[in-house]
């Protein structure tokens, strides 16, 4: 099975900005359309953005124009850059597939606050 490694997350202010990484335990990345998820607190878990195979990307409504996913084939990595960062972004962060087809990770927190 594809172990999923996040890394990036931490406190940051309001208007601050993190770059998330995760890395992919498979030779094959690069045919796979990666997301990024977000849980928060008693929340159920939400997609947050998306990277086709192909380089098309997608965002939910509440990220868009503030978040912006990337991805490294060579390296099995898919990004996440978190800019303007609202309070509300606060929550553990995934990445998976885009079906979510993976064994997910332990995720990387993300705390939004002053």
């Known amino acids: 099975q594809v172990r999923l490694v996040e890394s990036g997350g931490g406190l940051v202010q309001p208007g601050g900005s993190l770059r998330l990484s995760c890395v992919a335990s498979?030779?094959?990345?690069?045919?796979?359309?990666m997301a990024w998820y977000r849980q928060a607190p008693g929340k159920q878990r939400e997609l947050v953005a998306t990277?086709?195979?192909?380089?098309?990307?997608n965002y939910a409504d509440s990220v868009k124009g503030r978040f912006t996913i990337s991805r490294d084939n060579a390296k099995n990595t898919v990004y996440l850059q978190m800019n303007s960062l609202k309070p509300e972004d606060t929550a553990v962060y995934y990445c998976?597939?885009?079906?979510?087809?993976?064994?997910w990770g332990r995720g990387t927190q993300v705390t939004v606050s002053s």
């Open positions: 998976n597939t885009k079906t979510g087809g993976w064994n």
């Open positions: 498979t030779s094959i990345f690069s045919i796979y359309d």
């Open positions: 990277i086709f195979s192909g380089g098309t990307t």
